[in-house]
C-alpha cells in the first residue's frame, strides 16, 4: 500500500503509484513514503559536489526559500540526520537537494510530490528501477486525488520538539540564508 508522510492527507492513497512522468528535462514522480529517506540519499550520492539544500518553509509560497550551500556530501548527511525526519515527514514544507555543478536537483513538492530535473535524465533510470518507480505516460500524484467533497491536507509538524521554522534557525548559525 501506498504511504504518505504524517503531515500529509490524501483522500484516495489507493490510487497512487509508484511512477514517472517525463517532460522534457524533469520527471515528476510518486514515491511511497517509506522509501523517501533512502531515495533521496542515493539521489545526492549520484551529484557531483558541492551540493545545496534549499528549504521552502511554506510550500505554497515560492518566493520564501533558503539555501545551505557548498556542502559536501557528509556534510548535507549531517543536515538531514539531524532534519531530515523533519523535512520529510513535514507537510506544509518542500525542499530540494541539487549539485552546483550540474545543476541536477531532486524538488520533494508538497505531498511529497517528486520533481527530478537533468539535462542527462537517462542517468538517473537504474535508480528509478532500483526502487521500483516504472514510467507512465499519465501520471497521477496526489493533487490528482483532490476534489471539493474530498480535498487532501497537510499539516505543520513538529518532531523532537522542533518545527521547520526552528530548524532554519538553528542552520542558520552554520550559513544558512534567505534568498532575495
Same mark, same amino acid.
Given at each position: ?18 511512477? %514517472?512522468?517525463?517532460?522534457? =528535462? ?6 511511497? +513514503? ?5 531515495? &533521496? ?10 551540493? +545545496? @539544500?534549499?528549504?521552502?518553509? !511554506?510550500? !505554497? #509560497?515560492? #518566493?520564501? &526559500? %533558503? ?20 523535512? %520529510?515527514? =513535514? ?35 537504474? @535508480?528509478?528501477?532500483? +526502487? ?7 501520471? *497521477? ?17 513538529? *518532531?523532537?520538539?522542533?518545527? *521547520?521554522? =526552528? ?14
Amino acid at each position: 500500500m501506498f504511504e504518505t508522510a504524517s503531515g500529509v492527507t490524501v483522500p484516495h492513497p489507493e490510487r497512487l503509484r509508484e511512477e %514517472y512522468e517525463l517532460a522534457g =528535462d524533469t520527471l515528476t514522480m510518486n514515491l511511497s +513514503f517509506e522509501k523517501l529517506p533512502a531515495f &533521496v540519499q542515493a539521489f545526492y550520492e549520484l551529484l557531483p559536489e558541492p551540493l +545545496f @539544500l534549499a528549504v521552502h518553509p !511554506d510550500a !505554497d #509560497n515560492e #518566493n520564501l &526559500v %533558503y539555501y545551505l550551500d557548498g556542502m559536501t556530501k557528509s556534510q548535507l548527511e549531517t543536515v538531514l540526520g539531524g532534519y531530515g525526519e523533519l523535512l %520529510y515527514q =513535514d507537510g506544509l514544507s518542500s525542499f530540494a537537494i541539487a549539485s552546483h555543478e550540474t545543476e541536477e536537483e531532486l524538488f520533494v513538492q508538497k505531498y511529497k510530490v517528486l520533481s527530478l530535473y537533468s539535462t542527462k535524465l537517462p542517468r538517473f533510470f537504474p @535508480l528509478l528501477q532500483q +526502487f521500483g518507480v516504472a514510467p507512465t505516460a499519465k501520471l *497521477v500524484t496526489a493533487w490528482d486525488t483532490f476534489s471539493e467533497a474530498e480535498p487532501g491536507s497537510a499539516s505543520r509538524l513538529q *518532531v523532537a520538539g522542533e518545527t *521547520v521554522e =526552528d530548524m532554519i534557525k538553528e542552520l542558520q548559525k552554520i550559513g544558512m540564508y534567505q534568498a532575495k
